[in-house]
């Protein structure tokens, strides 16, 4: 710990009694003497005001020190011996300030409580999402929140997710609230409910000038010309702004053209990512890698974690002119920037095209400018490419030259100007608009809450006459109240329908009130809406069949969130192959369009998810919207023994392989977290050894910081030693050698385990792809590695024998592996071999469904299986060794 956080920790007195006001704000102004800074005066003016235990609406720009008044408060809150709560809308800035309050108050008083675990959720300063808040606020009327800061306000605002926003702000009224952003605009009557609930001053504390002062420009030349001058006056590094994942990939393409990086430059980007030892082995990989040696960086939520983290620390070393991206930049990603320059602006809603509004433009205009290293920040932006293009043949036509103007775009294109320009920059942000609704969800919520608390521990409304007072204190106007107030009493007319609410009669201790129904009171604690309905259903699959494990993965699949760039891609290969078909088949064009309008992605079990779905929500009407999802990813990639690249460079996935590794990741945790253990089998077991190695082998960033929350043997001390970890260098527990004693301890992952590599073996060599083969095998020393060309011979007498390798699911089911003990901490793992289906040939093999049984594939002829062709393995868990290294060393191919 370092002698300046002893002293902040010093700072906080033993519990004795009340600390005086001006003890604390005096200690508080030491600690920052001591770290060299000094107070601005709208700091001092928000410190001052939360001494006088008044809420504080902080509005003040980016970089002005909003973050060290939000400390203040969690010290004058540790002082005073309350709870304080930071709030964050994502969790990976969760995770930042996790950290950054540990750094400043010590990892024993700070707290992290996330959707999956919590860590340390005792200690007095809590970090958390505004849904947990939420979430905390409504089930806990009781709730110890007495400071609560909530960063990046301005998503009060969101279409989706505001209301958690506001749902605090009326439910806890004796907490003290500070309120931040740089882009809040007119908040009065955000203030004037805040006061009326909680019977509070608010001071605004706003008007401060940037740090960094900002330098605005509107341009009509080239991108490249504007990006080159930008470089040339030292105005780097410069993000470049697009709003949409492919236009971030396409303009850093466009820019290898340019040269912005000198050659040493480029030479020094070299030497560092080979010293930094970055594996660029995905399918987009070796194109991010020629981007980052150019100078140029790529930077979306459509890339690996590992790559969007590498962005930001050479960013942050200054090794990158550009970096191409999204406007994410507005949501406290990490790189440091001179310059942003805007392709448009102009964006897609998720409804329509539209102008930016004032506040998404300075969200991201505002990362302009770093405090301590630039005297300003810039900021550009360029006018629409066809009004540059007609400017230049304007020049073109004075000359004399006859021209034809370029036209806008069809589609997808509103215009902006210069005009434009002058509005983002000149005025405040639009008023924040209140997102309130009532929600089956919330009505259970405090119902529940009631439930679980009396009155006299809890004086004030309970049960759904709180839901009423928070209508009534909602931000809307009165009409919008009257709305509520009836939706939430049809939600309550439809919940008592369905039998998961009753009317209780009053007597002469306790009013008439509403109660939730005993079944419902555990059932509804699962996080997820559509849990429940995967809980009903799960029993209704039938665990004798063949396709068992399949869909059970299905099920899970469907309550997943669409993962749309893989779903297009299905839709795409679907429709190509439905066209050859009725191509072949002699059908006119009109027909064959109106047969592909029938297209979907693949969706197993699609009539049973929907017709189990749709009787499920007539029974439980919270619901609401949300909807089952069936699709086939996961699923898909299991059936085939697909690897990550494979799925990726067969679809085409390259620029989305961040959509897809989240999206199996959330297969893989909500399979592992939500399906009863009762309900599991070896297949199961096998699909989610499967999962897991991809994800893991693909990138362990996401499952690293996961299983460190998870671990329910590791205290908080070490959870959060192992998130720091996996923070801080993405790839030091993968590097770091693991005791395999927890392997052994679990037989069943094992045994999950070691059937994955077999399977992943025995793919590779069905393909032929030797070097992929040896990669997925153990070496018990460099001499006895195996080399492709030596595998390749060990194959072959087997290959004469059965002529091809069958890889479907019949293949690779339970009974076809052999893992027994042969010493200690030894195993002898076998893997059966066998020909494809009778005139099947081995690419229809590999691709064959797994909903065909086991009596509809004979083997290829009587030959092929008159010797037991086998993989003869050794498992040696003697030594320990790094989460990724295979466990498999392959002693022969034979019978």
């Known amino acids: 710990m370092s002698v300046i956080e002893a002293r902040l920790l010093e700072a906080i007195p033993a519990p004795a009694g009340p600390v005086p006001d001006d003890v604390i704000l005096a200690r508080f102004t030491d600690w920052v003497a001591a770290q060299g800074l000094s107070l601005y005066g709208h700091q001092e003016e928000a410190l001052l005001e939360l001494l006088s235990r008044k809420h504080v609406v902080l509005s003040t720009p980016t970089g002005s020190g909003k973050s060290l008044v939000a400390t203040f408060l969690h010290f004058q809150a540790m002082c005073s011996g309350q709870i304080s709560v930071y709030t964050c809308p994502t969790k990976a800035l969760v995770n930042e300030k996790f950290f950054a309050l540990c750094d400043v108050f010590g990892a024993r008083n700070v707290g992290m409580i996330t959707g999956d675990a919590a860590i340390n959720g005792e200690a007095p300063v809590l970090v958390c999402t505004e849904e947990v808040l939420a979430n905390l606020a409504l089930r806990n009327p009781k709730i110890r929140a007495d400071c609560v800061v909530m960063d990046e306000f301005h998503y009060y605002a969101d279409r989706e997710r505001g209301v958690a926003w506001q749902i605090p702000l009326l439910l806890l009224e004796k907490t003290q609230f500070l309120l931040m952003s740089a882009t809040l605009g007119d908040t009065t009557l955000i203030e004037t409910k805040l006061a009326e609930v909680t019977r509070r001053e608010v001071a605004r504390v706003s008007g401060a000038e940037r740090p960094v002062p900002l330098e605005m420009s509107y341009v009509e030349t080239p991108l490249h010309e504007t990006l080159d001058k930008l470089v040339a006056a030292d105005r780097a590094p410069i993000y470049l702004v697009n709003f949409s994942q492919r236009a971030a990939a396409e303009r850093a393409q466009d820019l290898m053209s340019a040269d912005f990086s000198s050659k040493e430059e480029k030479a020094r980007l070299k030497d560092v990512l080979r010293e930094m030892g970055i594996r660029f082995d995905t399918p987009y990989g070796k194109d991010l890698q020629r981007f980052l040696q150019h100078g140029i960086g790529l930077h979306h939520a459509g890339l690996l974690p590992r790559y969007r983290f590498l962005v930001e620390r050479l960013a942050q070393q200054g090794l990158l002119k550009v970096v191409s991206g999204t406007d994410t930049l507005g949501v406290g990603v990490n790189v440091p920037i001179r310059t942003v320059a805007f392709t448009q602006l102009i964006k897609f809603d998720g409804e329509k095209t539209a102008q930016l509004t004032v506040r998404d433009f300075l969200q991201v205009a505002g990362r302009a400018g770093r405090k301590g290293f630039d005297e300003r920040g810039y900021v550009v932006a360029q006018a629409p490419e066809h009004v540059i293009e007609n400017l230049k043949l304007e020049q073109k036509k004075q000359s004399g030259k006859k021209v034809v103007k370029k036209a806008p775009p069809a589609k997808g294109y509103v215009h902006w100007d210069r005009t434009t320009f002058e509005r983002l920059t000149t005025r405040p942000p639009e008023p924040l608009e209140s997102r309130f609704q009532v929600t089956h969800g919330m009505i259970l919520f405090l119902l529940q809450a009631e439930a679980e608390t009396s009155a006299r521990d809890t004086p004030g409304p309970q049960g759904y006459a709180r839901l009423v007072q928070m209508v009534r204190r909602s931000h809307g106007n009165e009409g919008n109240k009257r709305i509520h107030l009836r939706a939430a009493a049809a939600a309550c007319r439809r919940l008592r329908a369905a039998g998961l609410v009753k009317q209780v009669r009053g007597n002469e201790y306790l009013a008439p009130h509403l109660e939730v129904s005993e ?15 995967l809980l009903d259903t799960l029993p209704r699959l039938d665990p004798a069949s063949d396709t068992y494990a399949l869909d059970v993965l299905t099920l899970v699949e469907s309550i997943l969130e669409n993962p749309m760039p893989v ?3 299905q839709l795409d290969r679907a429709k190509g192959e439905k066209v050859a078909e009725l191509k072949a088949q002699g059908m006119d064009y009109p027909d064959r369009m109106e047969e592909l309008e029938k297209v979907e992605w693949p969706k197993p079990l699609r009539e049973f998810v929907y017709d189990t779905f749709n009787a499920f929500a007539d029974k439980h009407p919270w619901v609401g919207a949300e909807d089952v999802r069936p699709k086939s990813i996961a699923r898909e990639l299991f059936e085939r023994g697909s690897s990550f690249d494979d799925y990726v460079r067969e679809y085409g996935l390259q620029r989305s392989e961040g959509v897809l590794l989240r999206y199996l990741n959330d297969a893989y945790k909500t399979l592992l977290t939500s399906v009863p253990e009762g309900m599991r089998d070896e297949a199961l077991d096998d699909v989610l050894a499967f999962l ?5 082998t693909t990138d362990s960033t996401l499952l690293d910081e996961w299983e460190a929350l998870l671990d329910p043997a590791a205290s908080s001390e070490e959870k959060a030693r192992r998130l720091a970890a996996a923070q801080a260098h993405r790839e030091a527990l993968a590097a770091r050698p693991r005791d395999t004693d927890s392997l052994l301890r679990d037989p069943r992952a094992l045994k999950a385990r070691v059937r994955t590599e077999l399977h992943r073996l025995l793919l590779a060599l069905a393909r032929r792809d030797f070097a992929g083969a040896v990669a997925g095998l153990r070496a018990a020393s460099p001499d006895s590695a195996w080399t492709p060309e030596e595998l390749e011979a060990e194959l072959a007498p087997c290959l004469a024998a059965l002529g091809a390798l069958d890889t479907t699911p019949r293949a690779r089911r339970p009974d076809r592996t052999v893992l027994l003990p042969d010493g200690p901490k030894r195993f002898r793992a076998q893997q059966k071999l066998a020909a494809p289906a009778r005139g099947e040939s081995e690419v229809e093999a590999m691709s064959r469904s797994a909903g065909a049984t086991a009596s509809e594939m004979e083997p290829a002829s009587p030959a ?27 002693v022969r191919i034979g019978t």
Not at 867 to 886: A, I, R, S, T, Y
């Open 519 to 533: 079944h419902l009171q555990s059932d509804f604690s699962i996080h997820h809406t559509l849990a429940l309905w």
């Open 567 to 569: 779903l297009w891609a």
């Open 692 to 696: 897991r190695t991809t994800v893991r």
């Open 864 to 890: 092929a299986t008159s010797e037991e062709w086998m993989l003869d393995c050794v498992v040696d868990l003697n030594q320990p060794k790094p989460e990724e290294e295979p466990l498999l060393e392959l």
